[in-house]
């Protein structure tokens, strides 16, 4: 798909895309730094969009780790399933609200890592509600959520839903983003 297809396609689903660019590789290696390849044996993506976050945790990840990918966008779903050819990717074309019911389908319990990037800010309330009752009940004790935002409003809120958080600041990235480190309790 060409890049124009890709841009329309954002800005007319802009409420649940967020933005009208994906991103940038500063940010994508921002945003997988945080995660321990070598012991995630079960990692959950949010919001895959073009796949670029997505290609760079299969580049890292362990040959026997498992990423399982949400993404509603059915157009976006089809450049990754044109682009991606990898075992370890299960990639789903449904609501990141499923990730419990995901998780079990591929026999797991719990996730290593989850790795966000669903604009949860312009999403509507009770989805984004939805989603962060779901990465709290299906995150291990001890477990990182990845978050990526444009905005540095969410750190009360995640204060309140992890033992600890940590926001980071990428500025090579249209729009400059944020990045949240949240550690479950162990
Ligand atoms: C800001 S884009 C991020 C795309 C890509 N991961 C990146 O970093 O550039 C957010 C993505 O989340 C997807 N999304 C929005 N709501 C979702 C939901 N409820 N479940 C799964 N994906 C969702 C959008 O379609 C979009 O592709």
Redesign the pocket.
Same mark, same amino acid.
């Given at each position: 798909m060409k890049q124009i297809t890709l841009l329309t396609e954002?800005f007319k689903?802009l409420k649940?895309?967020?933005?009208i660019?994906?991103?940038s590789k500063f940010? #994508?290696k921002n945003?997988v730094a945080p995660i321990d390849f070598n012991k995630a044996r079960c990692i959950v993506?949010?919001?895959?969009?073009?796949?670029?976050?997505?290609k760079a945790l299969l580049e890292k990840m362990h040959p026997d780790a498992v990423l399982i990918s949400?993404?509603?966008?059915d157009k976006?779903c089809e450049i990754i399933k044109k682009e991606v050819n990898d075992k370890r990717l299960h990639l789903i074309c449904?609501?990141?609200?499923k990730i419990g019911e995901y998780l079990n389908l591929y026999g797991f319990e719990k996730a290593d890592f989850i790795v966000s990037? #669903?604009?949860l800010v312009v999403?509507p309330k009770e989805?984004a509600r939805n989603?962060e009752k779901e990465v709290t009940k299906t995150l291990k004790s001890g477990g990182i959520f990845v978050h990526?935002s444009y905005s540095p409003l969410q750190l009360k809120k995640f204060e309140k839903l992890f033992s600890s958080v940590k926001l980071h600041f990428t500025l090579l990235n249209m729009p400059p983003a944020f990045v949240y480190i949240c550690r479950q309790a162990a």
């Open positions: 954002a689903n649940t895309v967020g933005t660019t994906f991103s940010l #994508v945003i993506e949010l919001g895959a969009g073009d796949g670029c976050i997505t949400f993404e509603i966008n976006f449904d609501s990141a609200e990037s #669903v604009p999403l989805i989603i990526l």
